[in-house]
């Protein structure tokens, strides 16, 4: 796109000040630039058109002609460059998604969700030439106006220029500060995605200076939020407030979040039944049913849709294979590429269009090394999991194991009651453990399992970084391992010891399960209630211990073990 290097187009935005530093930024003639400054009328540069939201409603779009969206590209470019984001913001920002705005909203009490009114529109040429102005973008005035008039229509922000999404971020900066201190004030959660604001509390209710609750059950937003968006010039749109407790449907940006970050039930509904119906009639059947149901606005798809001439049935088996294809993905982007559901409708998928349009053949080999070495243990009294290393030897929580009178292991297809007197002979030896840590150890005949999976070098184990949790969770006789990949959203302490907390929930009888980063290296051991027969309450804080803090405690107590050995012998 540029001829220079991302640093260099950096030095140049600093420097901005005239009409003649933006052309020479944006590698084109100043010349050209007066040509859309001042020759063509705005209208020439727009295709204005609508089209229906699913509520009903009328979305309109400007979208800019080529020539124009060329240039409004290497505007994006250049601010997305420049724009850092807020910890709060999540909407058009790079590397971020639906996901992360939902998951800092887990588990709360109370649910704020409030919609901006006409987001692009409140957003005027003035203020986008204002906002660039100030620190600590420090644009010159007349930069500024000339950045302003290009990524402007008719005073406002386009909904339909590329430039759109980054400048509303950047124009938002004082709105998402201004919220970002009343959360540290009243001790809440707050994000933002585009136009959809989420406020939460793990309190049981909200300060009136947030929202008002009046005798009927009806909500008004409160004094502190009605100054934030004054000041920032900003409306509310009201038929989209909401306030919802945690025995009601929470939704963030789409997504339902009571427990944890996953799809709306009718999401996953919707796209069985379309894959059942395609099964039972026919691809272009369905794919003319979709069109009609759900309002399609695509001009091309909507001049051919009941067309029976063969290439355009082709174009609409390949449109609509492309429409599945998106509602898999995101089902596995929510949930992970392991989760059974969208295993389920890949695979189906495949068989559907007749092609690879999923490639599953990793999961077969993944699914065959779990088995063979994440396995069920079980006491008198506890159910938990363990794990196999060739490195370190088979692998558990201290609490499931505390007694060391464990007397079965096995794996899932082989619920061995036969096998138990071997299981009892050989693991007694528990190699190395720590309460205080949560980890125990024991030396197994290593010619009986498989090490499915190595330990990570180091592991350095942020926030936000994606895991994968799998263990056996209240276990009965052929449950399949419980495999979810999620996100480490805190690190914490229990009685002492380190924890990471993760976005998924982690259920009794997970505990000793292994936990595996992006490239399937152990990093960690699952750590939750374990399972008693008489216990069924989800209790305490559930993560999983990092597998980095386990080995410096065994080299520990290995160079103990040393010096012991080494002053027994001096002594002597």
Excluded at 169 to 198: E, G, Q
Excluded at 270 to 277: K, S, V
Excluded at 467 to 475: A, L
Excluded at 489 to 494: G, I
């Amino acid at each position: 796109m540029f001829k220079v290097s991302n640093e260099d187009l950096f030095e140049k935005f600093k420097k901005l000040q005239s009409r003649e530093d933006l052309a020479e930024l944006l590698e084109i003639k100043d010349k050209s630039l007066r040509y859309f400054l001042y020759c063509i009328k705005p209208d020439n540069m727009y295709i204005d058109f609508s089209i229906p939201k699913k509520s009903g409603a009328i979305r309109k779009i400007n979208a800019p002609t080529r020539k124009l969206k060329s240039i409004q590209k290497k505007i994006a470019y250049i601010l997305n460059l420049i724009y850092e984001p807020k910890a709060c913001t999540c909407g058009f920002v790079i590397n971020k998604s639906i996901l992360d705005n939902a998951q800092k909203h887990i588990k709360t009490k109370l649910l704020l969700n409030i919609d901006l009114k006409d987001f692009f529109n409140q957003i005027n040429f003035g203020r986008v030439r204002g906002a660039l102005m100030s620190k600590p973008y420090s644009v010159g005035e007349e930069a500024a106006t000339a950045i302003a008039q290009l990524v402007c229509y008719k005073g406002q922000l386009p909904q339909g220029a590329p430039t759109s999404p980054v400048i509303s971020n950047i124009v938002c900066r004082s709105l998402d500060n201004s919220f970002m201190r009343l959360a540290v004030k009243y001790h809440l959660s707050y994000s933002r995605y585009a136009d959809d604001i989420t406020i939460s509390t793990f309190s049981s209710k909200l300060p009136q200076n947030i929202i008002n609750i009046d005798e009927n059950g009806g909500i008004k937003i409160g004094n502190d939020i009605v100054e934030i968006l004054t000041i920032n010039k900003f409306e509310i749109n009201e038929e989209k407030l909401a306030l919802r407790n945690r025995f009601q449907h929470q939704e963030v940006t789409g997504l339902t979040v009571n427990k944890k970050v996953n799809i709306n039930r009718k999401y996953i509904k919707n796209l069985r039944a379309i894959l059942h119906n395609m099964s039972k009639t026919s691809i272009i059947d369905e794919a003319r049913k979709y069109v009609k149901k759900n309002k399609y606005n695509s001009r091309f798809i909507l001049s051919i849709i009941d067309s029976k001439d063969e290439e355009d049935i082709i174009s609409i088996k390949n449109w609509f294979e492309k429409v599945i294809t998106g509602k898999i993905l995101f089902i596995r982007q929510i949930k992970g590429k392991y989760d059974r559901i969208y295993l389920k409708y890949a695979e189906e998928a495949n068989r559907i269009f007749g092609k690879q349009i999923f490639i599953l053949d990793y999961i077969e080999d993944f699914e065959k090394t779990i088995n063979d070495s994440v396995m069920i243990i079980e006491s008198t009294e506890n159910q938990g999991t363990c794990f196999y290393s060739e490195a370190l030897g088979l692998i558990t929580c201290f609490h499931v194991t505390e007694t060391n009178d464990f007397y079965k292991v096995y794996k899932r297809n082989d619920y061995p009651s036969h096998l138990t007197e071997y299981f009892e002979d050989n693991f007694r030896e528990r190699l190395y453990f720590s309460e205080e840590i949560d980890y125990a150890i024991y030396k197994v005949n290593s010619n009986n399992y498989k090490s499915c999976f190595s330990i990570a070098e180091n592991p350095d184990i942020k926030i936000g970084d994606i895991v994968t949790v799998i263990g056996y969770p209240n276990y009965i006789k052929g449950d399949s391992p419980h495999i979810e990949e999620c996100r480490v959203t805190s690190k914490t302490k229990l009685l002492g010891a380190e924890l990471y907390t993760v976005s998924g929930r982690i259920i009794h009888g997970s505990s000793g399960g292994v936990v595996l980063n992006n490239k399937n290296e152990i990093i960690g051991i699952i750590k939750a209630g374990v399972l008693q027969k008489d216990y069924e309450k989800d209790k305490g804080k559930h993560g999983f211990i990092s597998i980095k803090n386990v080995l410096t405690d065994i080299n520990n107590k290995q160079q103990l073990s040393i010096k012991k050995t080494t002053e027994t012998s001096s002594a002597h």
